[in-house]
């Protein structure tokens, strides 16, 4: 089968969250029985870290309303099956930035994202399947069922977040060259808006969510978005997968950014991880559990909240705590103050480091997932192989991923309801499994046997390709 997966972001070409590691991780196990072609951005930074792009096609022009913009594809083959197209376009693509600077969005990412659209929907029809992932690529499938090369393709669209749909101003919708007369509430419309993900539901063949909890909380009012009504139309449609693990990116053995091995015959080395990652961040060591966290910085990470809860349980608990992120600036404000309240016990980085992000999965104890709401969650995936224990919001992939510690096959700590003290407790449950090492280690190697690997999830997703 020939497959064409369209995506903003691809691990290791760019990279800003989970949908890259994702789209990476499943390409990666389609390629072993498939033919896969990845389509995404030529982003500033790709041509010095991978020199031997090749140029491949002539340029090619595509019209955004008025206006002709110029694009090329430039192919990549990191591995036998497995193609990389990156399209170029330097006005759009070559910036700081993916999608944003300084915590504020590009104003021209309707356009960035139609561009792109435009050119997989030239790609596609050469696919058996096209399959599209996020808001970004949600507009293909109306570009392909109402435009001219309609091709024979099918088309499947993923949502990794429904949280982040694409809504502008309806006057960008004269960016598709469409007839005006689709753009009505059965397709893109949404109360007066372009929403980009509300065409890919409506367009889609099949669609699919990161995770089979989440797949049921998008069809209710309180976690749909706004688009509950619009998902419940086509809920025959839609299935949910759990997200997977690239584990030969992802071990704890043989992984050039850790300061030791170790697996879950032998725990020692995760001391001297630990060790390291406290010089790092300048931390005291002190013998104390490590709580930490790798998130974007945004509200439904729950870090507010997070914030509020080590506030009240710092000063009278003997912990330490490390984040690394970068999102909202107002959370960043408000982690550096809770850095300088607590100097000995809180160290925090801003950015994105993914050698680093090894380094804090493989040295904490415990590992603070509270979201109010995740699709699916990459990092209890990766905590659970590290030896570290998740303590998590049981929403989304969080909830099926993840069994708490009262089952005698309990893997980490999960709480039910999105309040600070809720989440206090889980703390302090955590604190006290830390100084029951038989349980703690019981508890470890029971994450860390546990497989998540990408060939069971696209095995699910070949059966739906071959319908």
Request: aromatic letters at 10%; proline letters at 5%.
């Amino acid at each position: 089968m020939r497959i064409l997966q369209a995506v903003s972001e691809f691990f290791p070409y760019s990279k800003t969250g989970g949908l890259a590691d994702m789209v990476a991780g499943l390409s990666g196990a389609l390629a072993q029985n498939h033919e896969v072609t990845v389509a995404t951005p030529l982003y500033r930074g790709i041509r010095e870290q991978f020199p031997d792009l090749e140029a491949i096609g002539e340029e090619f022009d595509l019209p955004l309303g008025n206006g002709k913009f110029t694009g090329r594809w430039w192919r990549h083959q990191p591995s036998p099956n497995l193609t990389v197209l990156l399209l170029e376009n330097d006005a759009f693509y070559n910036r700081p930035g993916i999608y944003m600077e300084h915590g504020k969005g590009y104003w021209d990412n309707p356009e960035r994202f139609v561009f792109f659209s435009k050119a997989v929907a030239r790609l596609a029809p050469d696919f058996d399947v096209t399959h599209l992932h996020d808001w970004q690529t949600a507009i293909v499938p109306m570009l392909l069922k109402e435009g001219a090369g309609k091709g024979t393709t099918r088309m499947v669209f993923t949502i990794h977040n429904l949280a982040y749909q694409g809504a502008c101003d309806a006057d960008r919708f004269a960016l598709t060259n469409l007839p005006a007369k689709l753009f009505h509430e059965r397709g893109p419309e949404h109360f007066g808006s372009l929403n980009f993900m509300k065409a890919g539901l409506h367009y889609a063949d099949v669609i699919t969510t990161v995770s089979p909890q989440y797949a049921q909380e998008i069809l209710t009012e309180e976690f749909g978005e706004g688009l509950s009504g619009e998902l419940q139309k086509r809920q025959d449609r839609l299935t949910g997968i759990l997200n997977g693990v690239d584990y030969a990116e992802w071990r704890t053995q043989g992984n050039p950014h850790l300061a030791a091995e170790y697996d879950s015959g032998n725990l020692s080395g995760k001391a001297t991880c630990k060790t390291q990652l406290l010089k790092i961040f300048g931390l005291p060591n002190q013998d104390l559990p490590l709580l930490a966290v790798v998130s974007r910085l945004a509200e439904q990470k729950g870090i507010g909240q997070m914030v509020e809860a080590l506030t009240e349980l710092l000063p009278d608990n003997q912990f330490q705590f490390v984040l690394l992120g970068s999102g909202d600036e107002a959370l960043e404000v408000v982690l550096h103050q809770l850095q300088a309240a607590f100097p000995a016990k809180v160290g925090v980085k801003i950015g994105y480091n993914q050698s680093l992000s090894h380094k804090i999965e493989a040295a904490a104890d415990f590992f603070l997932m509270p979201s109010r709401f995740e699709p699916c969650g990459l990092n209890q995936l990766y905590s659970l192989r590290y030896g570290t224990t998740p303590i998590v919001h049981a929403v989304g992939g969080l909830k099926d991923s993840i069994t708490d510690i009262q089952n005698p096959e309990g893997n980490g700590i999960r709480y039910e309801k999105f309040e600070a003290s809720e989440l206090i407790t889980a703390i302090q449950r955590a604190l006290k499994l830390y100084r029951d090492s038989h349980k703690l280690n019981q508890v470890r190697k029971i994450g860390m046997k546990q497989d998540f690997s990408w060939p069971i999830a696209a095995e699910k997703f070949n059966a739906i390709y071959a319908q």
